[in-house]
């Protein structure tokens, strides 16, 4: 910036020199993957989703106390869906209604089940990002997937996308995978 001022006024001039501004930004290597150990208390899950069965199971209740962490949550969902034989799990936020719509994909079908509050999907949808296996490639080497177990020690893992549903609204698709035999070696450990 130099400052000039022209004696005929009296009056100061500002005028600035264009200088290049260079800005790097440097990553560096992620070597070590996310401790996904800190996502679920040790003192194991404080979440109780009851279910019926009418012909096909159904969350009443997702048994989510005051103080649950979301991790705790977001796993009890993942696997009430997986216990009920679920593939996918559908998210459909209701703006009028303030809730979020879920259905089950078992087989063919999509069952609907308890609606989740917005605070509940944004915990699932926070954790998403943390947990779920990048689908960059159909074909992955094992190393590459984040493995997580179900109470009954089956590993697993979760892939997420956006997708529109009938009335255009946006709904968040979870694609739960069981592991193939022979792939336990690359489980992480609950």
């Known amino acids: 910036m130099v400052l000039t001022s022209r004696p005929a006024n009296l009056r100061a001039h500002i005028r600035f020199k264009r200088t290049p501004v260079i800005c790097l930004v440097v990553m560096s290597e992620q070597k070590y993957r996310p401790n996904t150990d800190l996502l679920r208390p040790a003192e194991g899950s404080k979440c109780e989703p009851r279910m019926v069965h009418d012909p096909y199971p159904r969350v009443i209740d997702w048994g989510m106390p005051e103080d649950v962490n979301a991790g705790d949550f977001t796993f009890s969902v993942l696997e ?9 799990i559908q998210l459909t936020p209701l703006d009028t209604l303030g809730e979020v719509n879920v259905h089950f994909r078992i087989g063919s079908d999509f069952i609907g089940q308890k609606p989740l509050t917005q605070i509940q999907f944004g915990y699932i949808a926070i954790l998403l990002a943390h ?11 094992p190393n590459s997937i984040r493995y997580f177990h179900t109470p009954d020690h089956r590993p697993y893992y979760v892939r997420f996308s956006k997708t529109r549903v009938g009335d255009h609204a946006t709904a968040i ?15 992480q450990s609950p």
Do not use: H, V
């Open 80 to 88: 009430a869906a997986l216990g009920a034989g679920a593939t996918e």
């Open 173 to 187: 698709l979870i694609r739960l995978f069981m592991a193939k035999e022979g792939m336990e070696s690359a489980t």
């Open 131 to 141: 947990i779920a296996t990048l689908s960059r490639y159909d074909r992955e080497p």
